[in-house]
Each structure stands twice: as C-alpha cells, then as structure tokens.
C-alpha cells in the first residue's frame, strides 16, 4: 500500500499551520477603512414593538448611522429571510410559511430577535450606543415548551398558523397501523422527549459585510461550511446577478451544522455596507451566538412497536411534535419531517411504518440542522423502543435487536420510505462492539461496583444515518507547469481535514507525492465556481468522488501526451504510480514530466490545446448511503448523588471505506463527545412564565468537559458502499446518533433494581437523583 494512499492514517497536513497560530479566523482581519456593527436584540420572548427612536444614539461619539427594519423596508431592495423547505400535509396543504424580515419593525417573537444595527467608528462606540435606542415595547404571552405549544389557549405567535400549527406531516393515513396495533399480541410504547441543544462551534459568529463601488458586488466575509453553500441562500435576498454577490470564508472554527445559514445578521451587514460604501464589521459575542445560532433536536414524542407473539416487528408509530421556534430558518421544518423519515425504523425490517410530526411555532430561536439533523432523533427512537420491547417479551436487547435487524441476504433492501439500503452488516457490527466492550463481563464490573455503593449499567445504541446532502458537487485537476497538481472542490473543511483526505484520493490516483499536490476548496465564490460545502457527512462521498473522476480525466488526457513524447501508440502507454511507460520501448515518463511539457506547445502533438487541467461535475445516481454502527456505553451510577461516570465506551462504526483511520478516529470521537453531552447535560432553558433565555452562557449550558469523556475505544467494520466510486459511507454524525441511547440505556440498566424505568435527557445528577426517590 502506498504509504500516502487511502486507508493509510496519515497525519494531517493542515495541522502544523492551525495548530501554531497560522490559521485565519474571519476575526484575524480588518479591511481598510471598516467600521463597526452592533445589533439591538430583543430582550422579550413576545411583544409589540410601540415607538423606537434612535436621535440620541444617531448622535452618539463615532456613530455613523443606525439603521432599522422600517429603513430596510423603505429602500426595497432586500428580500425576506429564506427557507428552502416546503413540507406539505397529507392532504397537500403548504406549511405556513412566516414573513422574516431581516429587522423586526412591529413585533419581536423571540429573545435575541433583531430589531437594529447601530454602526460606529469602533466596537465599543457601536456597543454603546445600542444602549441609547429608545424603545417601548407592550409585552404579549408567550409560550416556550414544545408540548405546550400546540395546546388549546396557548399565545398565539402567527395569526395566520392557527393554534401555532407550521404542518401536520405524516407519511401516510394511520389506519393501517392502528389496526396492527390493535389486533398485535404485544405492544412495546415510549414517550420521549429530545432535548433542544446548541451547537457552540468554539469560533463564535463574525462577519464582514463590504462593498465594491466600482463592479456593484457585495462581498460576504463569514465563517461557513462552504461559500458557494451559503451564496446559494444570500441570492435569494438581494436582486442582483449572482455573480454581483461575493462570499469569502477564511479558517472556520467548527461548523456542526449552524453555518452556512442565510442569518439575518450577515444580511444586514451587506446592506449596510452597500448603503455606507464601507466595510462593516460585526464580532458577536459568545451570547449572541448562542441566542441566534440556530438550535436543533427539540422533539416531544410518543412511539409504539407491535409485535408477533415471538417478538418480531409489525410495525411502527411514532407521533411527534417538534418545534421551529418563530420563524422559519433553511431547512428548519425539513429536519423532523424528511430529514428523520428517511431512515425511521433504522437497521430493522418494519413491514409499516407511520410517522407523523406536527411542527409548532414557539417563542423560541428558530431551529435547524446540527450534527446528525434528524437522524439521532429517530436513533433516539427506535433503540428506546428496542429496550421496551425486549423488557416486554422478556428477552435480552441483543436477542430482541437480532431477531429484528435486517439481514445480509436481503440487501439491497427497500425500507418503508421506499429508499435502497445497499449494505450492512449489523449482526457482525454489533457482537465486534459487544467484544469490544467485554460485553459479557459487566456482570463482575456490576459486583465490583455494588461493593463500592455504585450501581454499574450497560447500554446499546444502534444507528443508522442517511447521508449524502445535496447530490452533486465539483472537483477539478489543475496539472500546474512546475509539474505540480491543483486540487480544488466544492466542499469546504472547517476541521474536518479535506486538506489531507483528498490529498489521499489524488494520491492514489495520480501517483504524486504530498508536497507536489496544492489544495484549494470552496472557500471564496470568485475562485471555486460552484459546490455545495460540507453537511451531511458528504464530503468524501461528493468531492472526493468529484476529485477521482477529474484525476481519472488527467490521466487519460495526459495519455496522448505522454505516447507523442515517447514516440509511441496512446494505445500502448500504460500508467502506474504516476508514471507512464510505453509497453513496446519499455521508456517512461512521468506525469509531472507531462505536466510540464502540456504547457509547452512545442511539446505537444499538434493540434492538442496546452494545459492539463480537468473538471468533473459529479452527479451521484443513489439517493443516500448509509453509515451505521454499534455504540456501546457502561456507566457508574452514584445512588446518593445521582451522579453518572462514563466508565466504557466502545463503538464499532461502518462507514464504508476508511480513507484515513486517524481523520475517521477523530469524527468518531468528536460525535460521540457531542451525543454524550446531549445525553448527561446539555439542555437549552427558557423560563415557562417570561420565555426568557436561560442558558446563554457557558455558566448555564452545560458542554461536555473533558473529565466526562472516557477513553473510547473506536472500531470500524468496513462494508463497502456499492452506489459510489471510493465505497465511502458517512462518518461525521454516527456518534451523535448512537451515543445518547447508548448512555440512556445505561443509566436505566444501572437504575432497574431500584424500580426506575424512565429517564429524560439531560440525565443531570438531580434529574437521576429525583429519578430514584421517586421510585423508592
């Protein structure tokens, strides 16, 4: 094997410059001439908007201007705030798709709702006069749980969603399922609720809005997962040619799902800096962030699982409410509804399965993708609903899980979404997590811990994901005239590392060392033309395959180059490890050699145009792939304090191909660290009376510390995926998925001798400890 090929865990050639303070965060620089930009955000969950003056801070120390909503609306150049999602009912009735405008001028909906920019000649002097802006509001209800929401008498957000109703989505008419249900000797049932989480990238948001006065473009400076991503969404709000509209993103301090949105903060920003002829700065701050970054997960929902009298599936209900918060973000509405029914009921046969998911407007910050996206949720689902079943035919979670998992032979497999599953091993994946984790020896780790007044559980969680994003994605070749090679793609890496991945694939294709390969990816739209960034673990998957089928081009198209160079038949040229040789002279040359002479035209045979530079706008024929794994959990429960120990964590992930076990390794281990924050602390409060934000700080919304996270002992199982060229499935969210019911599991496993039987996420000590003298 190649010692730079795919599967080789080579060490990641962008960390030397991240890692000793070379990087360029967005907030590492300043445009000449830049002021600065605060926004006035709304303190209340609910109100009306009843005067707003702005003399006294217009005429503040370095004020420049001060814009509000009624200005925006008043030049009418900038559209409303998108929402690329369009989910119907059954019946086909749209969802109810809220007006946003970029400045709220009457109403404001949700704590940190924008009302203002105050632009100045310094952040301080900007800040400052934020506080200046007089502003009278009339306070409304308001209403924060999600459960609560859609309940008769609730404060009504939108006067046109009726009871705050966004669409009643489900899949299909429930009276097939409730006759299984009803005429099924068993019935496991759950309710649950997945908690709202925050995603916290550790760069918080910051942006540059500018201007060029002399081409009409308005330029974008942002952190993102791909330029071009977020182009897609910023054209939609300003009448312009799209090429009018510039997106630049620098180093981008983690992603996670909440960049690339078209937030109305970077929407202002540009139209601000279009109005002063002047760039214009906005460095939020860690709060801001967490209160206008889009949130995620936030599902109330009760599920049930019909079986035979031995334990096999008939079936599957889940009715769901989830929440959007007050308005509607990207893909907000998409992510409970299409993005988790792609793969409800996971890696088991269900003949029928219904899903309903009654999306809700509350008074909180809008909610959209984060890691996973949907898929944890329904993770979250069906391994509760495996632990219930099994307690209900008094089998073991193994027995019920293996009765139940879709088998070898029946690949490729339809699902009830009517989506191809072209492989898996989920059996063989699960007893390798099992043997990791020494599955069969917690009974002595349980007595071990009994004598030290801890109660010790075990816990399964299997996932399945969908992955892929959007289907199509750029890459391209450049054979530079030094004999060097370009690389450059659509997706973008905000720490991910693209930079030695694709290098990997290029590698095996072309046969070019490392230090001969430059890389380039979506980060500005004046240089990478089109692409759809990185989300929804495609990367790989899209650019890499983009990468290999350009590679593939270089390589036939420098064939009738290197024959006119060595005096030979293109059909007897053949190419190896970057060389080509002809197989009648046994001469060679190789492709950098070719390189070089494809920029001289007196090298070239005539008529063939010079340069060796080749594109591959990569269209994938499946729908998705479909990583999957076994992740396994052991906890230490203290029963005095509640307080919960990760002691084990074993996973076993198949994510088809490895291309590099130290990149993988590390995605592995960063969704785990996220799952296991869901599972034991993370949780977004707002106050049920006032809507107010209660966890805006890092005080108050509990991230996973490092203590927490114990050694995790990460496996793969490598299942090739037979729809795309590199046979690489997903590995960037499987932990997520796979973690929080794992950990669940767990705790309740600990927990059965003492008679609990229910736990909800966060499982925070207090939230254990009422668990166990409730049961007493």
């Known amino acids: 094997m190649e010692k730079f090929g795919m599967g080789q865990p080579v060490r990641r050639a962008e960390d030397v410059r991240l890692v000793t303070g070379q990087g360029v965060y967005t907030d590492d620089f300043n445009l000449e001439g830049q002021a600065f930009g ?15 003056d702005t003399t006294v801070a217009k005429s503040s120390p370095g004020v420049i201007a001060v814009y509000t909503g009624k200005d925006i609306d008043a030049a009418g150049d900038v559209n409303d705030v998108p929402c690329n999602a369009n989910i119907k009912d059954l019946q086909g009735n749209p969802m109810y798709h809220p007006r946003r405008r ?7 909906r949700f704590v940190g709702d924008l009302i203002a920019i105050v632009v100045a000649e310094t952040h301080v002097q900007a800040r400052d006069a934020v506080e200046m802006i007089e502003i009278e509001y009339e306070e409304l209800p308001s209403v924060v749980d999600t459960a609560k929401s ?43 609720i997945n908690n709202r989480l925050i995603a916290a990238p550790m760069e918080p948001r910051v942006a540059i809005g500018d201007y060029d006065d002399n081409t009409g473009t308005m330029i974008l400076y942002a952190p993102s997962q791909g330029a071009n991503r977020m182009h897609s969404n910023i054209i939609k709000v300003f009448p312009l040619e799209p090429e009018k509209i510039r997106i630049i993103s620098k180093d981008t301090g983690g992603g996670f799902g909440v960049r690339s949105k078209a937030y109305a903060e970077l929407l202002v920003l540009m139209w601000t800096a279009k109005q002063l002829k002047q760039p214009v700065k906005w460095q939020g701050d860690r709060f801001e962030s967490m209160v206008s970054d889009n949130h995620s997960r936030d599902n109330v929902t009760h599920a049930e699982l019909p079986m035979d009298a031995d334990g096999r599936a008939l079936g599957l209900k889940i009715e769901t409410i989830a929440s959007v918060g007050a308005y509607l973000l990207e893909n907000g509405p998409a992510i409970p509804t299409h993005n988790g029914r792609r793969i409800t009921g996971t890696v088991y046969k269900l003949p029928e399965v219904y899903q309903s998911v009654r999306v809700a407007f509350s008074n909180t910050t809008p909610t959209d993708s984060y890691r996973g996206a949907g898929r944890p949720e329904a993770a979250f689902i069906m391994e509760s609903l495996m632990e219930e079943a099994a307690k209900v035919m008094d089998m073991t979670p193994i027995e019920m899980r293996n009765l139940n998992f879709i088998q070898e032979e029946d690949f490729p497999y339809t699902n009830s979404q009517n989506l191809a599953i072209d492989s898996g091993k989920f059996t063989e994946t699960m007893n390798m997590a099992m043997e990791k984790a020494d599955w069969d020896g917690v009974e002595s780790r349980r007595a071990e811990s009994k004598r030290n007044g801890k109660l010790r559980g075990i816990g399964l969680g299997y996932f399945m994901e969908s992955s892929g ?39 095996d294709a072309l046969g070019l060392p490392f230090e001969k390969m430059n890389f380039i990816d979506g980060s500005d739209t004046a240089i990478i033309p089109r692409g759809h960034g990185t989300g929804g673990s495609r990367s790989s998957q899209m650019g890499g395959v983009s990468i290999l089928r350009a590679a593939k081009k270089v390589i036939v198209k420098g064939k009738v180059i290197a024959a006119h160079l060595l005096q030979t038949g293109e ?20 492709l950098s050699e070719v390189a070089m002479a494809a920029h001289d035209p007196d090298k070239l045979p005539e008529g063939s145009d010079t340069g060796l530079d080749e594109n591959e706008h990569y269209e994938r024929e499946a729908d998705y792939n479909f990583p999957n794994g076994a992740h396994i959990a052991e906890v230490e429960i203290d029963p005095e304090t509640g307080v919960i120990e990760v002691d084990r964590y074993s996973a076993v992930d198949d994510s088809g191909v490895i291309i590099n076990p130290m990149l993988f390794h590390g995605q592995v281990h960063g969704a785990i660290a996220q799952g296991l924050g869901q599972a034991l602390c993370e949780h977004t409060v707002y106050d049920d009376d006032t809507g107010q934000f209660l966890s805006g700080t890092f005080m108050d919304y509990c991230m996973p510390r490092a203590s927490m996270i114990p050694d995790l002992n990460v496996g793969s199982n490598e299942v090739r995926c037979e729809t795309n ?49 409730a049961a007493k």
């Open 38 to 52: 605060c926004f006035l955000r709304s303190p209340h969950a609910h109100a009306k908007i009843l005067s707003l």
């Open 102 to 108: 970029p400045l709220e001028s009457e109403r404001v």
């Open 150 to 192: 859609l309940e008769p008498g609730a404060a009504q957000i939108w006067p046109e969603a009726k009871g705050n109703l966004c669409v009643h989505f489900e899949n299909k008419d429930s009276a097939e399922i409730d006759a299984i249900i009803k005429s099924a000797p068993n019935v496991a049932k759950v309710d649950l």
């Open 469 to 507: 994003g959007k289907p199509e994605e750029f890459g391209r070749i450049r054979m530079e005239a030094d004999g060097s090679a370009t690389i450059l793609v659509g997706t973008f890496s905000h720490g991910q590392g693209h930079g030695t991945a694709f290098r990997q694939i290029a590698h």
């Open 571 to 590: 059909n007897k040229v053949e190419f190896a490890s970057g060389v080509y040789t002809a197989t009648d002279s046994g001469a060679s040359i190789s």
């Open 725 to 773: 060229d590199l046979g690489v499935k997903g590995a960037g969210e499987g932990g997520c998925c796979g973690a929080p019911p794992a950990i669940v599991n767990a705790a309740l496993d600990a927990l059965k001798d003492l008679g609990v039987t229910d736990l909800a996420m966060p499982l925070t000590p207090l939230r254990v400890w009422q668990a166990i003298q």
